[in-house]
């Protein structure tokens, strides 16, 4: 399977997806590309149209979903930290990309961690100083606006199958509901083999 997980930052993405991917003896992957990511302040520095820079961030996705589909024809398992929802969620203008969208690698599962601002906000300050852009998803009516198109992707096509995961407990127990819904998906995924099959 590719797994996905998504989410506003302080909900504990980075963490989960590792304690995932542990358990689930599953490689590890995120977006931006770690490449990308090694020289990030010079990669957003580069692009001062908002459109060329939610394009550029669009291709790590495709890159990602590329190394994901090749793991999983080897037999192991990708747990991707971000995806194709949060280029969408925070393009500029996410229409201008659904042709791009065609050629990412739809994920099987994605799985929307989220928690109350308030503890985001606790999460992020304790982690340090705070970016710009995690002072911009910490508005109230940005975190509201941002939950809300988030939900609403996780019936696109590019989410695979979505599931919410409440991510406002401690570590052990996000990674029970993770483990649940990856269950819960699996079991699906045979049932309608064996639906096809019996067909």
């Known amino acids: 399977m590719i797994i996905v997980l998504e989410g506003l930052d302080g909900v504990g993405k980075s963490s989960a997806c590792l304690a995932l ?72 203008r996410p229409e201008a990309l659904a042709g791009l969208g065609e050629a990412v690698e739809a994920p099987d599962l994605t ?45 696109h096509r590019a989410a695979g199958e979505g599931r919410l995961i409440d991510a406002s407990g401690g570590p052990e127990e996000v990674l029970a509901a993770m483990l649940g819904a990856v269950s819960a998906a699996t079991e699906g995924q045979r049932r309608g083999q064996l639906l096809l099959f019996a067909a």
Do not use: C, K
Not at 43 to 53: E, H, Q, S, V, W
Not at 121 to 132: I, S
Not at 138 to 155: Q, T
């Open 21 to 92: 991917a542990r358990a689930l003896g599953a490689a590890s992957l995120s977006t931006p590309t770690a490449e990308v990511r090694a020289f990030r302040e010079r990669f957003d520095g580069a692009f001062r149209d908002p459109l060329a820079r939610s394009v550029a961030y669009a291709a790590t996705v495709v890159e990602a979903g590329r190394r994901a589909r090749q793991l999983v024809q080897s037999g192991r398992p990708v747990v991707i930290d971000r995806y194709w929802l949060s280029t969408l969620v925070y393009a500029e």
């Open 111 to 155: 799985l929307y961690l989220h928690a109350p601002l308030a503890l985001r906000r606790a999460r992020l300050r304790a982690r340090g100083p705070l970016h710009e852009h995690d002072l911009h998803t910490l508005i109230e009516a940005n975190d509201a606006r941002l939950d809300r198109l988030y939900r609403g992707l996780l019936r």
